[in-house]
């Protein structure tokens, strides 16, 4: 669920910066625009990969259809988890 929650993040950020950059078909990009964006592009594609190499395999292992898994992983990854909040303060502590 972690790596589909950083995939995600970087789908976002390549999503981001075409927003932010504009198609390069229509006003081309510096050199630098052009390397953040494939930077983040080849992260995100990366991260996808694993995502689906782990879906693969845990498909495998449960010996449960694929898309089952991939579809549980996208909708558990989209719901946030909660967070984990810290116990109030004794006032007691430190007298």
Known sequence: MEKQRAADEAHARVEALRDTYGAPT??????????????AWRAWR????????AVTEHAKDEN??????????KRAAKTPSPEVSEPPEDPSEGK
């Open 46 to 53: 990366d991260l996808a990969r694993d995502v689906q190499a």
């Open 64 to 73: 449960r259809p694929r898309n089952d898994i991939e579809a549980e992983v």
């Open 26 to 39: 229509a006003t081309p990009w510096p050199e630098i625009q052009t390397d953040t964006y494939e930077t």
